[in-house]
C-alpha cells in the first residue's frame, strides 16, 4: 500500500524537544522528496522542511531554520524531524508530505501527492 505514517508527536514545554517520523511504503523512496508541512488553529497551512531523499538536499522555512532538523534513513524509508528549541508558535498538527520540489534539489525523480494522518504537537508555556 502507498502511503506515509507518522509517529512522534505530543506535548512539551517550552525549550523542549520531539522527534517526529514518517514511514513510507509503496514507492521507490529515493526517488521522492518528502517532507514537512503544518496547520495551526486558525492558520493556512505552512510548508515547514523537506529532504529530497536522492541527494540530501533540505529546505527549511524561516521560522524553523536553525531549531529543526531533517533526515533520511533509506534503509527503514523513514523521514525524521527532529524539533528543538520548540516555542508556542510551533503548537500544531504537522503532516508528512511528499514535495514536488525541495530546495535547490535537481534529483527528485517523481512526484505524487501524498499526505500523513497528521500528527498533533502541542508546546505549552
Known amino acids: 500500500e502507498v502511503q506515509l505514517v507518522e509517529s512522534g508527536g505530543g506535548s512539551v514545554q517550552v525549550g523542549g524537544s520531539l522527534r517526529l517520523s514518517c514511514a513510507a511504503s509503496g514507492f521507490t523512496f529515493d526517488d521522492y522528496a518528502i517532507g514537512w508541512f503544518r496547520q495551526a488553529p486558525g492558520k493556512q497551512r505552512e510548508g515547514v522542511t523537506c529532504?529530497?531523499?536522492?541527494?540530501?538536499?533540505?529546505y527549511y522555512a524561516a521560522s524553523v531554520k536553525g531549531r529543526f532538523t531533517i533526515s533520511s534513513d533509506n534503509a527503514n524509508q523513514t523521514v525524521y524531524l527532529q524539533m528543538n528549541s520548540l516555542n508556542v508558535e510551533d503548537t500544531a498538527v504537522y503532516y508528512c508530505t511528499t514535495w514536488p520540489v525541495c530546495g535547490y534539489s535537481t534529483s527528485i525523480r517523481r512526484y505524487v501527492e501524498l499526505w500523513g494522518q497528521g500528527t498533533l504537537v502541542t508546546v505549552s508555556s
Open positions: 529532504i529530497s531523499i536522492s541527494d540530501d538536499i533540505t
